[in-house]
């Protein structure tokens, strides 16, 4: 998995590529996330346009990076999620824990309706 980093004046987007699937992957994800925190962003977008397919550990990932920013006082939101991962999210029930947005522009004024 492959992180890249993008910033809005309140929103820190981050783009991932390749599968979401644990190990290493979690310990980069988490500190990207407390990154973000100690810079001041606490909504985060993850694009998700690139990333083929999630296992539970991924799904782990995304949860964990959830829930730290909820009790920073804020949120994480996906975009560009494939419909196969969509499925798995529906099927977990964290459909309903998850935000997810077609499009990235939409996702963005999500955060300031917000405030």
Do not use: Q
Request: overall charge positive.
């Amino acid at each position: 998995m492959k992180i890249k980093i993008r910033k809005t004046d309140s929103v820190a987007i981050i783009d991932l590529s390749g599968k979401l699937m644990g190990g290493p992957d979690a310990d980069v994800f988490k500190e990207t996330i407390k990154k973000l925190i100690a810079e001041g962003y606490k909504n985060v977008l993850v694009n998700m346009a690139h990333v083929p397919w999630v296992n539970s550990t991924g799904l782990g990932i995304l949860i964990a990076g959830y829930t730290t920013l909820k009790r920073e006082g804020g949120t994480l939101k996906l975009t560009h999620v494939t419909d196969r991962i969509e499925s798995i999210l529906m099927i977990t029930k964290l459909g309903t824990i998850f935000e997810t947005y077609s499009d990235e522009e939409e996702a963005l004024k999500s955060f300031e309706s917000k405030k």
